[in-house]
């Protein structure tokens, strides 16, 4: 079956330093790819996507991420993190059998150190 | 232009009670759904509509309904609440293709006690 996993649950990084979070997809066909943000008490915020081209999308707040087909991965990084950037992060994938579900992973969570 | 709209925002329900909770979207989307969202958990797809007139289960359908009254608006009913039904609730809409994103609302957080 289809799924996403985010091995991360909690992350703690200090600001300025780097970020990568992990996203492992498992897909029988080419799949669409999708970072959320979700900051405390509000809905989802799409980041970026993948479905085609160049492997390295760039997203929005200065996140970026790279598909990388043999890994079956899609992992989300950024060069300085902000304090703003606290909040849990979701990867997703779809369409999943044909039928427009997204799926999405356990989440991670980020804090950021002062 | 409001996006997703979810009411309530948030509700206490006692065991056995039913309720409705609504979604509406003004972005002539055709496919929404319905997410909940536990600690560890992630968000799982309660059921799906791909479009008008159409609805489909998703990972954890079980003591949910849903009704998709037109384009715009799509329900999702708790007929009898139980306490493994507290959570926090997202209504999703996307419009056709495999590469649109999804508009999530911002929530509604149930308790059932």
């Known amino acids: 079956a289809q799924s996403v996993t985010q091995p991360d649950i909690h992350i703690t990084v200090s600001e300025g330093a780097s970020l990568e979070l992990r996203c492992n997809y498992s897909?029988?066909?080419?799949?669409?790819l999708f970072w959320y943000v979700q900051s405390p008490g509000q809905g989802l915020q799409l980041l970026l996507k993948y479905f085609s081209g160049d492997t390295l999308v760039q997203g929005i707040k200065g996140f970026e991420a790279e598909f990388k087909r043999s890994q079956s991965s899609f992992n989300l990084r950024k060069p300085s993190v902000h304090w703003s950037d606290a909040a849990e992060y979701f990867c997703a994938v779809g369409p999943i059998q044909g039928a427009q579900k997204l799926v999405f992973g356990q989440g991670t969570r980020l804090t950021i150190n002062p | 232009n409001a996006g997703v709209t979810q009411t309530p925002k948030f509700q206490v329900l006692k065991t056995g009670q039913s309720m409705t909770l609504q979604c509406a979207q003004d972005?002539?989307?055709?496919?929404m759904y319905w997410y909940r969202q536990d600690p560890g958990m992630g968000l799982r797809l309660i059921y799906y509509?791909?479009?008008?007139?159409?609805?489909d289960k998703g990972e954890v359908p079980n003591g949910y309904n849903v009704s998709r009254l037109n384009k715009r608006e799509f329900s999702l009913r708790l007929e009898s609440a139980a306490p493994s039904q507290t959570s926090v609730y997202f209504c999703?809409?996307?419009?056709?293709?495999?590469?649109?994103?999804?508009?999530f609302g911002q929530g509604t957080r149930l308790t059932v006690v």
């Open positions: 972005m002539n989307h055709n496919s």
């Open positions: 999703a809409s996307r419009k056709q293709g495999a590469s649109a994103e999804a508009f």
């Open positions: 897909y029988g066909a080419t799949p669409y």
């Open positions: 509509s791909a479009s008008e007139g159409t609805t």
